[in-house]
């Protein structure tokens, strides 16, 4: 394995979406990952269909790649016996079972921590370690108890959940953050330490301007459909054939655009000239934009904005996303594995100069790598 964290052995015994997304991502960087499943169907993932590619879900295709599996029944005492030396072994272990789960069968921070002082430990809960514990963590859950369904939607409506499992990517990414600054500190004085990660938290701190007006202005955000509660323009807006996003973060932003759409007296009125103004004022501005937008059709108005230096883009469906980001040079889709087994992947989202990510490994096949991985695991202990 190449990349930034070559030679870091990470025992993976997550399952579904935050800690495998986590370790895929680790694993992207050059860590060698050991995806640990039990039997007799491993992830539940793998079953989540449709959609699917040659009968496996897509879904778990999305957050595998660059993983060996072994199949290990924690319940038999060979199996067992072979999870707890990989936990000797490894340099993070990573794991997302309800808090207290690892403790039955001895592979909890402090049982590990006896034969491997240096291990990097992180748990991933739905709610945390405290009261939370038995709260099963589903995002749907968090989404709903965190607040941000009743951020999501239109004002008369329901709330919605998000079209993804965002606090599941949320959580994966900061348990990555956490198991790095581990992995520091460990550089300086050799010791491990436990990293604990609950999507409630994750989803507090992701909520950040409607977290902070309720913890810092006692203001509870309520829905408001696509607008922005402290900024407008920020919203879509109808255009000859189909909604147009329309950004002016900042009042020279919002003289460009009121340049571009032929009306740039409205940038001195008095109602508009600041942000307090246009937010203040947005039912009385928001008509003059449209006025003018409608004249035009999305694609023309995302041509003319853009050479204005005004933010605006197309509500896309996905597959005109990818299109986009190949448009704008970030090549999005990568081939993983050899050429009898390319999967085709979304690219790692960061990119490193001297250090390049890997994509070596496809998503493996259930127990792919178990007889590899048993007969290290048997040898020399």
Request: charged share 25%.
């Amino acid at each position: 394995m190449t990349g930034p964290l070559a030679g870091l052995l990470v025992a993976d015994f997550s399952r579904v979406l935050a800690g495998p997304y986590a370790t895929m991502l680790l694993a992207d960087m050059g860590a060698e990952v050991v995806k640990v499943e039990g039997p007799p169907t491993g992830d539940e993932t793998r079953s989540w269909i449709p959609p699917e590619r040659d009968g496996v879900s897509t879904y778990y295709l999305g957050v595998n790649r660059g993983k060996r599996s072994i199949v290990l029944d924690l319940r038999d005492e060979a199996d067992l016996a072979l999870a707890r030396e990989l936990a000797r072994r490894a340099d993070v272990l990573i794991e997302n079972l309800r808090p207290g789960g690892m403790a039955k069968f001895g592979l909890d921070f402090e049982s590990v921590r006896r034969d491997n002082p240096a291990v990097v430990y992180a748990s991933i809960s739905g709610f945390g370690s405290a009261e939370g514990a038995d709260v099963p963590g589903y995002d749907l859950l968090v989404q709903g108890i965190s607040g941000l369904m009743s951020l999501t939607g239109s004002p008369d409506g329901p709330g919605y959940r998000a079209g993804i499992s965002v606090f599941d990517v949320m959580a994966g990414n900061h348990a990555v953050i956490g198991i790095l600054a581990a992995l520091r500190h460990r550089d300086r004085t050799g010791g491990g330490q436990h990293v604990e990660v609950n999507l409630l938290s994750s989803a507090l701190t992701g909520l950040v301007n409607h977290s902070s007006a309720w913890v810092a202005g006692g203001v509870v955000p309520y829905r408001m459909g696509n607008a922005h509660p402290s900024v407008f323009p920020y919203e879509p807006f109808p255009t000859a054939d189909s909604d147009l996003i329309v950004i002016a973060a900042n009042d020279r932003q919002f003289q460009r655009l009121c340049g571009a759409l032929g009306i740039p007296d409205v940038a001195q009125d008095e109602r508009f000239r600041t942000n307090r103004d246009r937010t203040r004022n947005r039912d009385q501005l928001r008509p003059l934009l449209e006025e003018q937008l409608v004249r035009r059709k999305a694609e023309e108005w995302f041509e003319v904005l853009l050479e204005a230096g005004v933010p605006s883009g197309p509500i896309n469906t996905i597959d005109d996303g990818f299109a986009a980001a190949e448009r704008f040079g970030l090549d999005p889709v990568v081939e993983v594995g050899e050429a009898d087994r390319a999967l085709p992947t979304t690219r790692h989202p960061i990119r490193f100069s001297a250090t390049p990510v890997d994509y070596a490994l496809p998503p493996p096949d259930l127990d792919e790598h178990g007889a590899q991985l048993r007969a290290w695991l048997e040898s020399e202990r």
